[in-house]
Protein backbone atom coordinates (compact mmCIF):
# COMPACT_ATOMS: atom_id res chain seq x y z
CA UNK A 1 0.00 0.00 0.00
CA UNK A 2 1.27 3.44 -0.59
CA UNK A 3 0.59 6.55 1.83
CA UNK A 4 0.94 9.83 -0.02
CA UNK A 5 1.28 13.29 1.25
CA UNK A 6 1.28 16.11 -0.98
CA UNK A 7 3.29 19.46 -1.00
CA UNK A 8 2.52 19.99 2.87
CA UNK A 9 3.69 23.23 3.69
CA UNK A 10 5.86 23.79 6.44
CA UNK A 11 7.50 27.18 7.69
CA UNK A 12 11.03 26.90 8.40
CA UNK A 13 14.53 28.35 8.45
CA UNK A 14 16.29 27.14 5.49
CA UNK A 15 19.23 28.60 3.22
CA UNK A 16 22.79 28.89 2.36
CA UNK A 17 22.67 32.45 3.17
CA UNK A 18 22.16 34.10 6.66
CA UNK A 19 19.46 36.39 5.23
CA UNK A 20 17.35 33.47 4.40
CA UNK A 21 17.59 31.65 7.49
CA UNK A 22 16.55 35.24 9.68
CA UNK A 23 13.65 35.45 8.00
CA UNK A 24 12.49 31.92 6.99
CA UNK A 25 10.48 30.67 4.30
CA UNK A 26 7.43 27.93 3.65
CA UNK A 27 8.75 24.59 1.83
CA UNK A 28 6.10 22.23 0.40
CA UNK A 29 7.40 19.20 1.50
CA UNK A 30 5.58 15.62 -0.27
CA UNK A 31 6.09 12.07 1.41
CA UNK A 32 5.05 8.77 -0.78
CA UNK A 33 5.25 5.97 1.67
CA UNK A 34 5.29 2.36 0.18
CA UNK A 35 4.25 0.17 3.79
CA UNK A 36 4.27 -3.44 4.10
CA UNK A 37 0.60 -5.12 4.94
CA UNK A 38 0.08 -8.55 6.70
CA UNK A 39 -1.34 -10.16 3.19
CA UNK A 40 -4.76 -11.39 3.46
CA UNK A 41 -5.57 -8.50 6.48
CA UNK A 42 -8.49 -7.05 5.61
CA UNK A 43 -8.16 -3.17 7.33
CA UNK A 44 -12.02 -3.96 8.56
CA UNK A 45 -11.75 0.31 8.79
CA UNK A 46 -9.39 -0.02 11.45
CA UNK A 47 -6.70 3.05 11.98
CA UNK A 48 -4.88 0.41 13.56
CA UNK A 49 -4.12 -1.83 10.77
CA UNK A 50 -2.52 0.62 9.01
CA UNK A 51 0.03 3.98 8.74
CA UNK A 52 -1.48 6.74 10.27
CA UNK A 53 -0.53 9.73 8.26
CA UNK A 54 -1.03 12.31 10.76
CA UNK A 55 1.68 10.23 12.49
CA UNK A 56 3.66 11.40 9.16
CA UNK A 57 2.58 14.43 9.06
CA UNK A 58 3.44 15.74 12.77
CA UNK A 59 6.83 12.94 12.78
CA UNK A 60 7.82 15.28 9.65
CA UNK A 61 7.01 18.69 11.27
CA UNK A 62 9.31 17.42 14.39
CA UNK A 63 12.31 17.22 12.10
CA UNK A 64 12.20 20.56 10.58
CA UNK A 65 10.20 23.06 12.59
CA UNK A 66 12.76 24.88 15.39
CA UNK A 67 15.49 23.50 13.15
CA UNK A 68 18.09 25.73 10.62
CA UNK A 69 19.44 23.93 7.68
CA UNK A 70 21.52 25.79 5.69
CA UNK A 71 20.55 22.96 2.45
CA UNK A 72 17.90 21.90 1.18
CA UNK A 73 19.39 17.95 0.89
CA UNK A 74 19.88 18.35 4.74
CA UNK A 75 16.18 18.92 5.45
CA UNK A 76 15.31 16.15 2.98
CA UNK A 77 17.44 13.52 4.62
CA UNK A 78 16.41 14.60 8.17
CA UNK A 79 12.50 14.34 7.37
CA UNK A 80 13.76 10.71 5.73
CA UNK A 81 15.37 9.14 8.28
CA UNK A 82 12.69 10.43 11.27
CA UNK A 83 9.94 9.11 9.29
CA UNK A 84 11.90 5.50 8.30
CA UNK A 85 13.27 4.86 11.91
CA UNK A 86 9.74 5.61 13.71
CA UNK A 87 7.93 3.69 11.20
CA UNK A 88 8.80 -0.28 11.00
CA UNK A 89 6.13 -0.56 8.45
CA UNK A 90 7.47 1.55 6.06
CA UNK A 91 9.17 0.06 3.47
CA UNK A 92 10.51 2.67 0.65
CA UNK A 93 10.00 6.09 1.27
CA UNK A 94 10.61 9.09 -1.14
CA UNK A 95 11.11 12.57 0.26
CA UNK A 96 11.01 16.37 -2.04
CA UNK A 97 10.82 19.22 -0.44
CA UNK A 98 10.34 21.71 -2.59
CA UNK A 99 11.77 25.81 -1.87
CA UNK A 100 9.32 28.14 -4.04
CA UNK A 101 11.64 31.41 -2.41
CA UNK A 102 15.39 31.64 -3.81
CA UNK A 103 17.92 34.61 -2.36
CA UNK A 104 17.77 37.79 -3.94
CA UNK A 105 14.73 37.58 -6.33
CA UNK A 106 16.86 35.11 -8.92
CA UNK A 107 13.43 32.77 -8.83
CA UNK A 108 11.58 34.64 -11.35
CA UNK A 109 8.52 32.28 -10.76
CA UNK A 110 11.11 29.14 -10.57
CA UNK A 111 11.24 26.46 -7.67
CA UNK A 112 14.30 24.11 -6.30
CA UNK A 113 12.96 20.68 -5.52
CA UNK A 114 15.28 17.89 -3.67
CA UNK A 115 14.61 14.24 -3.47
CA UNK A 116 15.70 11.05 -2.37
CA UNK A 117 14.80 7.88 -1.97
CA UNK A 118 15.33 5.89 1.47
CA UNK A 119 14.96 2.00 2.00
CA UNK A 120 13.96 0.06 4.85
CA UNK A 121 17.04 -2.69 5.57
CA UNK A 122 16.47 -3.44 8.68
CA UNK A 123 17.80 0.04 9.56
CA UNK A 124 17.83 3.68 7.86
CA UNK A 125 19.70 4.58 5.36
CA UNK A 126 22.23 7.53 5.72
CA UNK A 127 23.18 9.63 3.01
CA UNK A 128 26.06 11.99 3.45
CA UNK A 129 25.22 15.92 2.11
CA UNK A 130 28.69 18.53 1.61
CA UNK A 131 28.24 21.70 4.31
CA UNK A 132 27.16 24.79 2.74
CA UNK A 133 30.36 26.67 2.59
Known amino acids: MRIEIIE ?3 FMRIGCFREE ?8 VTVFAEIR ?7 GDDLKKTLDYGDIIRTLDAALKDREFKLIESAVIAVGQSLIEKFLQVE ?5 IEKPVLPGGMAKGGRIRIHES ?14 CS
Open 8 to 10: YPV
Open 118 to 131: FVSRGGSRQPSVPP
Open 92 to 96: KLDVT
Open 21 to 28: RLHGQEVL
Open 37 to 43: MESGLAL
